[in-house]
């Protein structure tokens, strides 16, 4: 009985152990030489480290194992084998329930669990206090930069030409509002941040009430180029007891008259609020048909809109200059690419556009430097307005370091009104005149990545708008510079202080104009190496090296009188010069007829000249033969980073039509031509004009494609010194005999 009690007892315990899993698992072997058993037990895998966490809000990442880890006596760490679910909203505060996991070989899964807590923490207790005293007001806009908590507060906007990122409120133009414009603040206290939107409603400018006075001006022509006559009165409206003077559009046009030609414009009313000026051009075609072109454009004084069908409308009706630039040119053929309807939008930019009647007179008014910027710009001629009189100057005046034309401009700007402040309303006229004047007269409008030049002007806005006059004038200084073009520059400064000039330093350039100017500066040490110095008077008018066989003529710049210089120079060359290198490592440009004059002497073949207009996608190829006689020589034409816009162009022509070789260093660029504006302050500033210089290339499918040569041109032959006479014949042989 007892033997019997035993093995039941024994029976029992084993069918319990296998029959119950408590964690482990026995494995038991009977040999057949003894009557011994060896047990082994497969324990499960074991969690250490879990608890439950409080985690701050807001907090940017969390690591949910941190400290947890997990064995197994057989398989050993097995912790970066556990599976974790349940995700944690660091951004809510609230409970979040973790269940981890893990299994061995064996099959054990073991499961654990926690919870984390999201915690509103001290920092950021401080931080929700000082959002929820932000209070914007957009009649009085304050953006803080810190809470009475501590927040330390940063802020962007989406529409930074309405509100800046500093908060200074810029009304959108007349029929553009309301805009909502969306104030981000990232708030910082501590170790906590957060953004915050906040919304603010910024209503319209309103139309203007109408004139409130009438002055008469005298008119007084300066010009060289063109024979404009003075005139005794003209007038001028104000509105609403204002400082930003209006005249009337067929005023203005006959004003200008011997700049442009007047007589074959013609202004007509249309319905109640609509003004048609329209002009017809009659030309011999290169088959000699006679050809006409019209061209047009619509003034909406309701919609305040001014649309062209093309913008050849704005110099079309240009006058023959005094000059003749285009001296021993014959255009005789040309390819055009037509241009696009163009609306420009004035009610946007803050002008009003006005009809008004006086008696039996009506006037279909315009702001006075909207109307020059519209029908003077295009033709190198402006009307300048000091406040008491008026001046017709043209841009080669304006250009020009001549100590006359520098009386002249000091002149101009020398009226009563230099003793007074600039008033608000001109500040604002100023401000929208520049973002109305990038945004459709820029050619290099399309290399910026945004929807209208507000959103570059905008930095400067506070300081055009608040500042003192000096701080007024160096804002629009530095405007012209953060263009980073060597096209654009500032002039002068208004007639609301004395007339003054401001000094630039290397700091007030960007990079690509300070890579210009290390180049220019390496320029001058080379050739002052060479030659003792680097004035037109230093460097000679020609060299003959390479036994006479190659002859360097040297151009530092292009004016009128440079075709006939370069003739004469050819002709004093001695019969055993086979090669002629047309220096223009040294050349920044100048006039573009010089150019095409020029080639007439290095080639009887067309001379193609493509340029491109990007505010309505025109461009234009002129095929051009000139009445000159070529010299029948070898030619090159010597490069460095200083050859730029009208050097620029006549190396780009030359190496595209293969009339010479291209030695030295890549040009510096510069496709642009150059025009003046003027401020309603009296600012003048040049900048790049929508007559981009270009060459043609053929894409994928043959076609024509303009491509601006504003990134300069690429050598044939690479020169690492440009002045160096001994590298030039290797490079010059390299060419002529390429291995």
């Known amino acids: ?92 505060a609230g409970d979040y329930p973790i269940v981890i996991s893990v299994t061995d070989t064996a099959g054990h899964n073991v499961i654990a669990n926690f919870t984390v807590s999201v915690v509103i923490g001290p920092d950021e207790v401080k931080a929700l206090q000082d959002i929820a005293s932000v209070q914007l007001d957009v009649d009085n806009l304050a953006l803080p930069l810190s809470g009475a908590n501590g927040s330390k507060i940063t802020w962007k906007t989406n529409r930074p030409d309405v509100i800046t990122k500093k908060g200074y409120v810029i009304q959108p133009g007349i029929g553009y509002g309301p805009v909502t414009v969306t104030l981000t603040a990232k708030f910082v206290n501590g170790t906590f941040s ?22 008469e001006v005298p008119f007084e022509g300066t010009s060289e180029e063109y024979v404009v006559p003075s005139q005794d009165a003209v007038k001028l409206f104000y509105m609403d007891n204002g400082n930003l003077p209006y005249i009337d559009i067929q005023t203005f046009i006959n004003l ?11 202004v007509t009313p249309v319905g109640e609020d609509g003004l048609s000026v329209v002009y017809t051009v009659e030309y011999e075609d290169f088959d000699g048909s006679i050809v006409s072109e019209t061209y047009s454009a619509y003034i909406d004084f309701t919609l305040n809109t001014f649309t062209v069908n093309t913008f050849d409308f704005f110099e079309n009706y240009v006058a023959d200059t005094t000059s003749d630039y285009g001296e021993g040119l014959n255009y005789v053929d040309a390819a055009y690419v037509d241009g696009n309807e163009v609306t420009i939008p004035l009610g946007y930019y803050n002008f009003d556009l006005v009809i008004y009647n006086d008696g039996e007179t009506t006037y279909y008014l315009m702001p006075f430097h909207v109307t020059d910027l519209l029908f003077a710009g295009g033709v190198y001629y402006d009307v300048y307005y000091n ?37 608000t309303d001109i500040r ?69 202080e004395e007339p003054f000039d401001i000094t630039l330093y290397q700091s007030d350039l960007g990079s690509k ?57 050819l002709d004093k060359l001695p019969e055993t010069v086979l090669n002629v290198v047309i220096d223009l490592s040294f050349n920044t440009g100048g006039n573009v007829g010089a150019v095409l004059r020029i080639f007439g002497y290095m080639t009887d073949e067309p001379i193609q000249y493509h340029s491109q207009n990007p505010a309505d996608g025109s461009a234009v190829t002129y095929f051009i033969e000139s009445d000159y006689v070529p010299y029948d020589y070898n030619w090159f034409i010597l490069t460095s980073s200083v050859t730029f816009s009208a ?67 690429t050598v044939d032959y690479f020169m690492y010194n440009v002045t160096d006479d001994a590298l030039l014949i290797e490079k010059i042989n390299l060419a002529q005999n390429p291995a």
């Open 513 to 569: 104009t300070m890579t210009f100017y290390n180049g220019f500066w390496g320029m001058q040490d080379l050739l002052t190496t060479k030659f003792g110095g680097y004035s037109d008077s230093d460097i000679p008018e020609y060299r003959v090296i390479d036994d006479g066989k190659t002859a360097i003529i040297y151009i530092t710049g292009f004016t009128i009188d440079t075709p006939d210089a370069f003739k004469a120079t």
């Open 428 to 496: 604002w006229a100023s401000y929208n005149f520049l973002a109305l004047t990038m945004d459709y007269f820029y050619g290099l409008r399309n290399t910026y990545d945004v929807s209208s030049f507000y959103e570059i002007l905008s930095a400067q806005a506070q300081n055009l708008l608040t500042y003192s006059d000096t701080g007024f004038y160096r804002a629009i200084f530095e405007v012209a510079y953060e263009m980073d073009d060597l096209h654009t520059s500032h002039v002068f400064t208004g007639y609301y």
């Open 256 to 266: 200008i008259s011997g700049a442009i030609q007047s007589d074959i414009i013609e």
């Open 387 to 423: 406040g008491e009189k008026l001046w017709g100057i043209d841009t080669f005046s304006i250009s020009s370091s001549d100590e006359a034309d520098i009386a002249l401009q000091e002149q101009i700007r020398t009226s009563s009104l230099n003793s007074l402040t600039v008033p």
């Open 194 to 215: 957060t953004y915050v939107p906040f919304e603010v409603v910024v209503q319209g400018r309103e139309e203007v009430n109408g004139v409130t006075s009438v002055v």
């Open 1 to 92: 009985m007892k033997k019997l009690f035993m093995l039941f007892f024994a029976l029992l315990l084993f069918f319990g152990l296998v029959g119950c899993d408590l964690g482990k698992t026995t494995t038991t072997t009977t040999t057949s030489t003894t009557s011994s058993e060896v047990t082994t037990v497969d324990y499960a895998p074991v969690f250490s480290g879990v608890q439950d966490v409080s985690v701050i809000h807001g907090v940017e990442t969390i690591n949910l194992l941190e400290g947890v880890s997990v064995t197994d006596s057989e398989d050993g760490d097995l912790t970066s084998n556990i599976l974790v679910e349940g995700e944690v909203d660091l951004t809510t």
């Open 647 to 713: 050097a620029n162009l006549m190396t780009s022509m030359a190496k595209e039509l293969g009339i010479a070789t291209i030695l030295g260093k890549n040009s510096s660029g510069g496709a642009s031509s150059i025009g003046a504006i003027y401020t309603p302050d009296g600012s003048c500033l040049l900048i790049s004009t929508n007559n981009v210089l270009s060459t043609v290339v053929k894409d994928e499918n043959g076609n024509d494609v303009y491509v601006s040569v504003e990134d300069g041109v």
